[in-house]
Each structure stands twice: as C-alpha cells, then as structure tokens.
C-alpha cells in the first residue's frame, strides 16, 4: 500500500468519526414524528407555540350609586303646575271677535228655546217674556236666523206657541222668516191658531193679513165691521 493511499483511508476515517459524533449528539427525536414524516416525505412542523401573557389584574371602575330621587308629593307637583304661569292666549282678531260674538247669540236664543220646551205647561207665557223672546230673536245674525226659526217651531209646544207668535208679530222680520212662522202656526191646533189670526187680521199692514183674512172668511169667522165674531 503506497503513503497516497494511507492518507486517503486515513483523512475518511476522520470524516466518518466526525460524523458519528455529530449524529450522537443530536437529541433523539421522538418516534412517532419520524415515522410520520419518513411516510409523508415532507418535513413535520413544529407545535405553535402558544404565549399566555399574564395581565395583571385590573381593578374595576367603582359605580357611584345614584341616589332615589326624593319623594315628591303629588298634591306640592299639582300646585306647582297650577301656579305656573299659563301662556297667554293669542289676541283675537276683529273678524274673529265678530263671530264669537254672532255664535254667543245664537246660542242665548237657542238655550231659551230650550228652557221653554223643557217648562212646559210648568210655566204660564207672560207679554214680557214674548218681548224678550223676540228681542232675543233680532239679535241673531240674519244668516243664522232661518237655522235658529226652524229649531225653535219644532220645540216650543203649543202652550207656549205665544212665544212664536212674538217673532210673527215682528213686521221688522224678513217675510221669509214670518212666512215659516205663520205656517207653523197654521198646523197648530184651533185653539191655539185662531186667537193669533185674529190678532193679524187687525194689522192690515201685516205681510200675512191678506192670507189671514181669506182663511177667516172661508172658516166663517171673518170680523163682521171690524168686530171678531
């Protein structure tokens, strides 16, 4: 064996001693994982590492407590609101201030027709209470009049008819209106309507005498010379 030789055997003795070495200081691995990956052929993964960082304890926020509100008796709420100063109404203007004032008329009129509906025979019809109604009666708008004539020939009774008969013996009335009244009167009973006619036929001024004085004369109670019979 020539010295090349020798120093070749010699230098891969040392290289294979070296590796044994190195391979024997390796940590041995775990079985499992290299007889997993020997059968995949791909390099195993490494197990994530998890990190579990420790907080320290944070101290939590103290709530202040509210405290109940204090009992408020409603008797001292229900004053408080009524002494609050309430908000002016809005000024009225000239129309509307006008018809209010109409609308307050409307409804005097129609609440003493009420009340006389209501008394009945209760309550005897004197010449002053015929003054009032029809004064009563002139102060209604005349666009609200033939509205307010209407409701009162269907609730006045024939005991108080003199009330209606106030209004008819108004010339100062539009004929629309007297002619409403005077045949109202003319469905009423015959003790009720004769001593009404009678007192027309003496006006001959009267819008309705000229029909009044055709009814006498065919009923045969036409005043003979001026004179009722």
């Not at 101290?59 to 709420?77: G, I, L, N, R, Y």
């Amino acid at each position: 064996m020539t010295t090349k030789s020798k120093i070749a055997i010699g230098t891969v003795a040392i290289v294979v001693a070296a590796i044994i070495g190195v391979l024997v200081a390796l940590p041995p691995r775990d079985p499992t994982v290299l007889e997993k990956d020997s059968g995949s052929g791909k390099t195993p993964e490494q197990p994530p590492v998890v990190r579990v960082s420790k907080k320290p304890s944070a101290a939590q926020p103290k709530v202040a407590s509210e405290s109940p509100a204090p009992d408020v008796p409603e008797k001292k709420v229900a004053e408080a609101v009524n002494e609050a100063p309430a908000d002016p109404a809005p000024e009225m203007t000239e129309e509307e201030k006008k018809e209010a004032e109409e609308e307050k008329r409307v409804e005097d009129f129609d609440s003493t027709v009420d009340k006389w509906m209501e008394s009945g025979k209760d309550k005897v019809v004197t010449m002053a209470d015929v003054d009032a109604f029809r004064e009563l009666f002139r102060k209604v708008p005349k666009v609200r009049k033939e509205e307010c004539v209407h409701r009162a020939l269907n609730l006045i009774p024939d005991d108080n008819v003199m009330l209606l008969a106030g209004i008819l013996f108004d010339k100062e009335q539009d004929k629309e209106i007297l002619d409403l009244v005077y045949n109202d009167i003319l469905n009423r009973d015959e003790d009720v309507k004769k001593p009404i006619l009678k007192e027309i036929f003496k006006d001959r001024e009267h819008p309705n005498w000229a029909d009044t004085a055709w009814i006498l004369d065919v009923t045969g109670e036409l005043p003979a010379n001026g004179q009722n019979k």
